[in-house]
């Protein structure tokens, strides 16, 4: 028994720490000595935003990152692969890394505009991922609901109302950045949702759930409530 939990635990492990390095980089980069390493080196000048902002972006990695090793260590319950886990670490360290580069370099000041509205976002969708996770792990912890699916809550809105939640904070990081171009960033991570994740959910599901997963996906809308 023993020997296979740790055989379950390994691909976990791979993907917090895939995206622990994409963290690490970007704390090198923003906070550290990187940029200065790396200016040095190539023998330029770039800049990334004031350091009220890199150390607001370094903080929305760190607590992504501690919100992700809940998630994968005590809130997952189903069986987890390596090509999944290796997907999800590959896509995280990236992402993260590539937010916290394209910070508008000749900003000067925090504004309310983008760092409020980052805040915000990031704040409302790390609420309603992790509260939404918590709140379907305690009902299934009862007994008498171990193998009924779960549809209360803010799911009676979103099938997946919890990776709508993780959304929000990619687009956080976009308005925090102050750049357009950074929004291309959460539409990856929503492509990676759409053409992978929901795909094998919808194999997973109605396998385990039969009818009463159906009858939910009809009345049900798949990831942004009331639109898709």
């Given at each position: 028994?023993?020997?296979?939990?740790e055989?379950?635990?390994?691909?976990r492990?791979?993907?917090?720490?895939?995206?622990?390095?994409?963290?690490?980089d970007?704390?090198?980069?923003?906070?550290?000595?990187?940029?200065e390493?790396?200016?040095?080196?190539?023998?330029?000048v770039?800049?990334?935003?004031?350091?009220?902002?890199?150390?607001?972006?370094?903080?929305?990695?760190?607590?992504?990152?501690?919100?992700?090793?809940?998630?994968?260590?005590?809130?997952?319950?189903r069986?987890?692969?390596?090509?999944?886990?290796?997907?999800v670490?590959?896509?995280?360290?990236?992402c993260?890394?590539?937010?916290?580069?394209?910070?508008?370099p000749?900003?000067?000041?925090?504004?309310?505009?983008?760092?409020?509205?980052?805040?915000a976002?990031?704040?409302?969708g790390?609420c309603?991922n992790?509260?939404?996770?918590?709140?379907?792990?305690w009902?299934?912890?009862?007994?008498?609901?171990?193998?009924?699916?779960?549809?209360?809550?803010?799911?009676?809105n979103?099938?997946?109302?919890?990776?709508?939640?993780?959304?929000?904070?990619?687009?956080?990081?976009?308005?925090?950045?102050?750049?357009?171009?950074?929004?291309?960033?959460?539409l990856?991570?929503?492509?990676?949702?759409?053409?992978?994740?929901?795909?094998?959910?919808?194999?997973?599901?109605?396998?385990?759930?039969?009818?009463e997963?159906?009858?939910?996906?009809?009345?049900?809308?798949?990831?942004?409530p009331?639109?898709?």
């Amino acid at each position: 028994m023993h020997g296979e939990q740790e055989r379950a635990r390994r691909p976990r492990l791979l993907a917090t720490g895939l995206h622990l390095v994409g963290v690490g980089d970007m704390a090198w980069l923003l906070v550290g000595s990187g940029l200065e390493m790396i200016n040095a080196w190539w023998g330029k000048v770039w800049h990334f935003g004031v350091p009220d902002h890199r150390w607001q972006l370094s903080a929305f990695a760190a607590v992504y990152l501690l919100r992700a090793a809940v998630t994968m260590f005590y809130l997952l319950r189903r069986k987890t692969g390596w090509g999944e886990c290796v997907l999800v670490g590959v896509r995280s360290a990236p992402c993260t890394l590539s937010l916290h580069t394209w910070v508008e370099p000749t900003r000067t000041t925090w504004d309310w505009a983008h760092g409020g509205g980052g805040v915000a976002l990031y704040v409302f969708g790390s609420c309603v991922n992790t509260g939404s996770e918590l709140q379907r792990k305690w009902w299934k912890g009862r007994p008498e609901n171990k193998i009924r699916l779960y549809t209360h809550g803010v799911f009676r809105n979103s099938q997946h109302i919890n990776y709508f939640g993780d959304e929000q904070p990619f687009i956080g990081y976009a308005f925090l950045t102050g750049s357009a171009g950074a929004l291309l960033v959460p539409l990856v991570v929503i492509a990676g949702f759409v053409f992978f994740d929901f795909p094998e959910l919808d194999k997973h599901l109605p396998s385990r759930y039969g009818p009463e997963f159906e009858a939910y996906a009809q009345r049900t809308h798949k990831f942004a409530p009331f639109v898709y």
